[in-house]
């Protein structure tokens, strides 16, 4: 489970937000441009410094102000996919998906094994060779999903990850995003804007205003227009 209270001055307003995000659970955050939604997931990620702030993902404390606690980024354990897949162009798929395994020092045996397995998962097995530059953009985004799942992470953060995407395209990667959320019982957050996006993939939902919740519950019991932003 992820517990996450945070606090930050921002130039217009101050994110004041708490979340939690069950094992197996999709919370989507939903918000305008500027809402806080991606500043959310980079403190959560450790990418980003809160004024205050206390994380903790399945009983292990990531970061606590008080005591001046802060994991380092890469030992986390939180698998974060892009709007822009932030694959790497020059690598081929099978060296994108083996990154973070490599980077964790496991043997080549091992790193070979679970690559291909995610590659086969993610139906990139047949690309394994072609470089991620010449990938279109549904096939980038299953390459950084696979990437992000290879690893075994504890959380799962996807940022604005569909809005690239073709109609099918969006529906593969939600399929495949929702099938291994539920299979590996890990706590999952999509950052998007859409409202389709939200009753499609999220087994509940936030909206955020200036850093605050707005509205939090089950998707399709969401207001059609937040009386503040008028974001959904």
Known sequence: MLEAVM??????????????????EVLVLMGTNGSGKSTALNIIAGLL???????????????????????????????????????????????????????????????????ALWMDHMHIGDLADVKAGNLSGGQKQRVALARALAIEPGLLMLDEPFTALDADSTLTVKDLTRRFVKKMQIPCIVVTHRVADCTEIGD?????????????????????????????
């Open 204 to 232: 509940r939902a936030c909206v955020l205003c200036e850093g605050k919740k707005e509205w939090e519950g089950i998707p399709g019991a969401m207001p059609e227009i937040c009386s503040v932003c008028r974001c959904a």
């Open 49 to 115: 410094e809160a004024d205050t702030t206390t994380i903790t993902l399945h009983g292990e404390c990531l970061c606590r102000t008080e005591d001046d606690l802060d994991v380092p980024v890469e030992d986390r354990r939180i698998g974060y996919v892009l709007q822009n897949s932030a694959v790497f162009p020059h690598m081929t798929v099978r060296d994108n998906v083996a990154f973070g395994l490599r980077a964790r020092c496991l043997g080549r045996p091992v790193v070979a094994e679970r690559a």
């Open 7 to 24: 606090v930050k001055r921002l130039r217009d307003y101050t994110l004041d937000l708490a979340l939690t995000v069950q094992p197996g």
